[in-house]
């Protein structure tokens, strides 16, 4: 239950406008080639060296976005028509895998996603909207609450299409 009232709380402050700083996520190299590895989020001190100095490296590559749509967008199961700058989607049933909202910005496609999906995969409509940017211009974001490290495996489609992916506290 918690995890629906943090992301219904997150949505309210995405669409309403906040900047978010975003850090890179760190992971140990692939130990077993059938096995991805798994992700940590870079905002609080982990306890394995090697990681530690991933996340300190992190660090240095935070990025500061400022997410103020200018108005937001609920689209059903087609996705939306066209995408365009600065307007926050939304889809309209809940449980869309892979992402929960998205917004284009600058030329960059940041994906938000509030909970994880077990087995997460891009909807095929954003490969194939209008105005879509290349894919290296996309952007994985997980928005977690603070004090927490969120530790994932990386989702096999991030992986396969090389798409960064970023973490982000968001305090309610």
């Given amino acids: 239950m918690a995890d629906v009232a943090f992301e219904a709380a997150g949505q309210v402050r995405l669409q309403g406008g906040t900047d978010l700083e975003l850090l890179p996520m760190v992971h140990l190299p692939r130990s077993r080639e059938d096995s991805p590895p798994q992700w940590y989020s870079s905002h609080l001190l982990l306890r394995n060296a090697e990681l530690e100095h991933l996340r300190q490296n992190a660090l240095r590559c935070a990025l500061t976005i400022q997410v103020h749509p200018s ?5 059903g199961d087609d996705g939306p028509l066209s995408i365009e700058s600065d307007v926050f989607y939304l889809p309209q049933i809940t449980n869309q895998v892979a992402f929960d909202a998205f917004i284009l910005l600058n030329g960059i496609l940041y994906l938000f996603q509030f909970t994880i999906a077990e087995k997460p995969r891009l909807k095929n409509f954003l490969v194939t909207c209008p105005n879509i940017p290349n894919i290296e211009n996309w952007r994985f974001i997980f928005v977690i609450p603070p004090n927490q490290t969120l530790i ?12 960064p992916v970023y973490s982000t506290v968001m305090a309610l």
Avoid: A, K, N
Avoid at 152 to 163: N, S
């Fill in 71 to 75: 108005r937001i967008i609920e689209y």
């Fill in 152 to 163: 994932c495996p990386q989702p096999r489609f991030l992986d396969i299409c090389g798409i």
